[in-house]
């Protein structure tokens, strides 16, 4: 196979842990976050528009503002091996909040203040409640895509 390959001039690849040179993470939050709140089934293209509205207004903020994530910390044991390791939870905001001259990473008219204000508005339990709430009616508005 190796010398079909070599004929073919295609070059053989392998991902090497935190050498990042494809789309793990990407793949990794689709399984965890994206597949586990929106499911597996087929969407058709003409509801894109209203699951990027459901996206922008409901879930990325609950995500951003509402849902801990962890946090890795690189741990060496003895032997000199690395680990990753989760002693931290916390939101994306909150960990945001930590960088140092935070305003300069921000998109030209938004503030610490407006962002704050978004992260106060609802409460944990509030913002999963009104993302749970929008996606039922999301989901209820599409047809049945096993009659068609």
Not at 36 to 57: C, E, K, N, P, W
Not at 127 to 147: H, I, Y
Request: charged share 25%; aromatic share 12%; with cysteine.
């Amino acid at each position: 196979m190796a010398g079909l390959l070599q004929k073919l001039w295609i070059e053989q690849t392998k991902s090497r842990p935190r050498h990042s040179n494809d789309n793990g993470l990407v793949e990794c939050k689709n399984g965890a976050v994206i597949r586990t709140h929106m499911g597996y089934g087929y969407i058709a293209a003409g509801r894109a528009a209203d699951l990027q509205s459901f996206y922008v207004q409901y879930f990325n903020p609950y995500l951003n503002f509402h849902r801990p994530c962890g946090v890795p910390e690189r741990v060496v044991d003895a032997k000199g091996k690395e680990k990753k390791g989760y002693r931290w939870y916390a939101t994306p905001w909150e960990i945001l909040r930590q960088l140092a001259g935070l305003a300069s990473y921000l998109k030209a008219g938004v503030t610490m203040q407006e962002m704050e204000g978004w992260a106060r508005r609802q409460t944990d339990m509030q913002a999963a409640a009104s993302m749970q709430a929008a996606k039922r009616k999301l989901f209820a508005s599409f047809p049945d895509q096993r009659t068609a």
